[in-house]
């Protein structure tokens, strides 16, 4: 079965400062990789997905993910922190094949401090 | 206009009590998800649904839910019969691997 872990339920950074959130997934063949963003009280809205093409994948808000085989990661990372990136983001995985479920981490909480 | 309308945003039902929480995709999709975030928890997985059937469940899909497409636009997801811990927010998805999956705004499910 898939998995997917987030190292760290909390992150705290100051605004500017770069953001670095770790997801590391446990699956048999290279998935396909997902980061979602959700604020307060919203639902869940994709940053970027990594589907076996390019391994540095750019999302949006400035954000990228780089998918590394070897170390079965998928790091979200993003250079100047802002105000409006505080809030939840979760990493996700799914199978190649069709109607394949997301299964998701734990979710990592970004704060981001003046 | 979003991709994936859920409705309503929020119901307070009563234990014991069926809800049905609706899903209104913008276009035609084959490939249909719900799946539940109970409040400061992970999202979990519920089921998925594609030509017009169950292709997955959790273990959490028991008896008491139930999918369809009663309609061909609508997709919903019943629960029979509401218990405290059913308390939690569902979210709506379409969408396939490579394609990526949007979620709806979801809804807010309260069992008092």
């Known amino acids: 079965a898939q998995s997917v872990t987030q190292l760290g339920s909390h992150v705290s950074v100051s605004e500017g400062a770069l953001v670095l959130l770790r997801c590391n997934y446990s699956s048999s063949v290279p998935p396909y990789l997902f980061w979602y963003v959700q604020y307060p009280n919203q639902g869940l809205q994709l940053l970027l997905k990594y589907t076996s093409a390019a391994t540095l994948v750019k999302g949006i808000n400035g954000f990228e993910a780089e998918f590394k085989k070897s170390e079965t990661s998928f790091h979200l990372t993003k250079p100047s922190a802002h105000m409006s990136d505080a809030a939840e983001y979760f990493c996700?995985?799914?199978?190649?094949?069709?109607?394949?479920?997301?299964?998701f981490g734990t979710g990592t909480r970004l704060q981001v401090t003046l | 206009e979003p991709e994936v309308t859920q409705t309503p945003s929020h119901q307070v039902t009563q234990m014991g009590q069926e809800v049905i929480l609706r899903c209104v995709p913008i276009s035609n999709h084959l490939y249909f998800y719900w799946y539940r975030q109970i409040l400061g928890q992970k999202v979990e997985f519920l089921v998925s649904?594609?030509?017009?059937?169950?292709?997955?469940k959790s273990e959490i899909f028991d008896d008491q839910f139930s999918v369809e497409r009663p309609d061909g636009s609508n997709f919903t997801l019943k629960i029979r019969s509401t218990k405290l811990e059913d308390s939690a927010m569902y979210f709506c998805?379409?969408?396939?691997?490579?394609?990526?999956?949007?979620f709806g705004s979801g809804t807010r499910l309260t069992v008092v």
């Open positions: 998805a379409i969408g396939q691997g490579f394609r990526g999956y949007t």
């Open positions: 649904f594609y030509n017009n059937e169950i292709s997955e």
């Open positions: 996700a995985v799914a199978n190649t094949g069709t109607a394949s479920k997301l299964t």
